[in-house]
């Protein structure tokens, strides 16, 4: 979103408008010292900053400063206080997150364990560091949300139910020890990527004082209502998403817009479209309501826009209708005339005020994501009462920090890696021209490996992202620094089907994936050769999830790559569909028949398909928790190069979701790590040293 151009993000790297040729021999790589080699256990050392939340007067920012903990191999949060003016900061609390300013900022709300181990709501009185836990929940609380007058907090919990059932088992003699009892499941909703199996129950609203006492239930029945939550200004409604319609689980992807009555439980819905509404935002006079969502056209993507509508629900109209961006999410200005608006431009998100009117100015840029082992797009941001924005920052050399963006100037608050990573060799980040075969710019960047010079041709690694409708950018990425540190350069594209480019060009690949954005790929691979860096006699493909597709599928389609390593991929579109957690999304939104009525269709985009021409040797990883691309699918592909005798293995993340492959730092390097070794494995000129 907001805008240094795109060089400037890039750190002033070198832009290869046009390619280099240089020809002949070339001399290897230096490798960077063991002490400078970016290396797995340095994954621990990172710290991210997250959730920034500016003080209603734009004075201090808290956020959530995240690092792994090398004993639990987890990361852990703790929130810290930020002073705007001069860039002091101090600890706040440890293990705590979701900071929340009170609406006149004296008070700051946050999630922490209790000592059970169980997340609890806690409110800190900053002048004088009191502090209260304000509930003794069986689960954790989330979308905390402050009363317009502060004496109040709303959030969404889970509300235990009884498993469904069916039948008895006899019963039991006392002392016996029997098997576990029958599991019975008549939920579509009933298993979820990184949450597994769903535990019977529903999330509702509830609201507790601010100051403790016993928290009441405002939102009832057999319905998953969610945040974020948004008060009225008389603090007499709390405005939400959810679909709470007949036959809901089959129409999960239709929420609406709904008002509660904090007094009464009344709710009324304020949409009713075919298509989802979420994310309400009520204005500061209480007069209008900002939400986001599209007219469901089953498209496999489509941008998501700006809505305002009055407070009853009538006179709804799309603001952003002519601007050709999606819109992740928003925040009033406090003169009620505009609305902040975050989205995602060529792989950069940014923060623009928006008027009502549909008139867009871009304020900040440069927002990144906290995810760390691949360069997604991504960021997240809050605004005070006087427009100060705060935001998540970062580079291809740098995770996310913490800036403010105020009257035309930003400033970066945090340097939260500045010390460690400084002393670090690593691979350099540059934009690459890449022309697709009918003409288009497809966006890509290439990590040439520490001590490259130019002229040196190295081994290269494709790797590419996911989605497939989302977008890499100029971020950091502990994968690819890891790659370029054992000698690689890499190559990341954002080829047609890819976000923050127009709708259009994310539409390029509906009804048709995997399919032309191969040649996005190819040629992006070739740009890489013409410049000079990659050495065509050691290409290697890497990806996950929809890269894990493509991965599959490119080798299906060619023997030029070396190795390949194909990351929770999806091999067959039939058995995907039918085993994924979103159960209704595949056929629904991907192809334009259900898996019985075309099964060829499905079968013809299926890499499966391809599995009788593929030599190339195909590393297969998943995580064993994979609910999104099920396990079954790495399972399959692996299968099928057995039964071929193409060299593969099967690499299994244990306890690992689909969108948390990465999640365990020591997870994340050893993955790493081992597509390295595959990838070293097949190898057939050193034509980089190796550390």
């Given amino acids: 979103m907001l ?7 890039l750190l002033g790297a070198t832009l290869l408008s046009t390619p280099s040729l240089a020809q002949g021999p070339v001399a290897p790589v230096a490798p960077p010292t063991l002490s400078t080699r970016f290396e797995g256990s340095d994954i621990f050392a990172l710290q991210v900053a997250s959730d920034p939340q500016i003080s209603p007067d734009g004075r201090t920012v808290a956020y959530v400063r995240r690092q792994a903990d090398i004993m639990s191999d987890k990361q852990k949060g703790a929130i810290w206080l930020v002073d705007v003016a001069t860039g002091t900061q101090r600890p706040l609390v440890a293990d705590a997150g979701q900071p929340r300013w009170s609406p006149d900022g004296k008070r700051l709300a946050y999630v922490a364990a209790d000592p059970k181990g169980k997340p609890q709501l806690f409110v800190r009185w900053l002048a004088d560091d009191a502090t209260v836990r304000v509930t003794q929940l069986p689960d954790g609380p989330q979308a905390i949300t402050w009363s317009p007058d502060g004496r109040s907090i709303a959030y969404v919990m889970r509300v235990p139910g009884e498993p469904a059932k069916l039948g008895k088992a006899p019963d039991k003699p006392e002392g016996a020890e029997w098997a576990k009892p029958l599991e019975v499941i008549d939920r579509v909703d009933y298993r979820a990527d990184g949450g597994g199996y769903v535990e019977p129950g529903y999330d509702h609203i509830f609201v507790v004082a601010a100051d403790g006492g016993p928290p009441r239930q405002l939102s009832f029945g057999d319905y998953q209502d969610g945040g974020p939550l948004s008060w009225t200004p008389d603090g007499r409604s709390i405005l939400f998403s959810a679909v709470r319609k007949p036959d809901w689980q089959h129409n999960v992807f239709d929420p609406e817009i709904y008002a509660l009555d904090v007094a009464t439980g009344a709710i009324r819905a304020l949409t009713s479209r075919a298509g989802p509404d979420i994310a309400p935002a009520v204005s500061p006079d209480g ?7 599209y007219d469901d056209k089953r498209l496999s993507y489509q941008n998501t826009l700006l809505y305002v509508m009055n407070r009853d629900g009538s006179g709804a109209r799309a603001v952003t209708a002519g601007f050709d961006r999606s819109i992740d999410r928003v925040d009033w200005a406090a003169d009620g005339r505009a609305l902040y608006a975050q989205y995602d431009e060529r792989g950069v998100n940014r923060v623009a005020r928006i008027t009502l009117d549909g008139k867009v100015t871009e304020l900040a840029t440069g927002l990144t994501g906290t995810g760390l082992d691949r360069p997604y797009s ?10 100060a924005i705060a935001f998540t920052s970062g580079s291809p050399l740098r995770p996310a920090d913490l800036s403010v963006a105020s009257g035309g100037r930003t400033r970066q608050l945090t340097r939260l890696n500045e010390d460690f990573l400084s002393a670090k060799s690593l691979g350099q980040v540059r934009e690459l021209a890449v022309t697709a075969p009918d003409g288009r710019a497809v966006p890509a960047w290439l990590v040439t490996p520490p001590g490259w010079r130019e002229g040196q041709r190295v081994p290269l690694v494709l790797e590419i ?6 977008a890499y950018g100029p971020h950091f990425s502990t994968d690819d620094q890891l790659y370029a540190a054992s000698g690689y350069a890499v190559l990341y594209t954002n080829p047609r089907g890819s976000t923050s480019y127009g709708e259009e060009f994310a539409l390029l690949i509906h009804h048709k994936y995997p399919g032309d954005d191969y040649g996005d790929l190819m040629a992006a691979v070739d740009a890489a050769i013409a ?17 894990g597709v493509l991965t599959s599928w490119i080798v299906g389609k060619t023997d030029r790559f070396k190795g390949a390593a194909a990351q929770k991929p999806v091999i067959n579109w039939i058995s995907e569909a ?22 060829t269709g499905y079968w013809a985009r299926s890499p499966l398909s391809l599995v009788g021409n593929v030599k190339t040797p195909t590393l297969v990883v998943v995580g064993s928790e994979d609910y999104r691309t099920p396990v079954s699918e790495a399972e399959q592909y692996y299968a099928a190069l057995q039964i071929r005798g193409v060299p ?30 595959w990838f070293d494995r097949y190898r057939t000129s050193k034509t980089a040293a190796k550390p």
Avoid: C
């Fill in 287 to 293: 007069s209008k309501v900002a939400y986001l969502g």
């Fill in 465 to 470: 992202h996911g989605g497939p409708h989302s």
């Fill in 378 to 387: 991504g960021g997240d941001f809050t605004v005070s009462k006087g427009g």
């Fill in 3 to 9: 805008k240094p151009t795109l060089s400037a993000l």
């Fill in 648 to 677: 593969t293995a099967l690499v299994k993340v244990p306890g690992a979701s689909h969108g948390g492959i990465a999640a365990r730092p020591s997870q994340s390097a050893a993955k790493a790590s081992a597509i390295i070794a």
């Fill in 578 to 599: 039918l085993t994924m957690d979103a159960t209704l999304f595949t056929s629904r939104y991907w192809f334009p028949k259900l898996p019985w009525e075309d099964p």
């Fill in 531 to 547: 410049a000079g860096v990659a050495d065509p006699d050691n290409l290697f493909v890497t990806g996950g999830s929809g890269g």
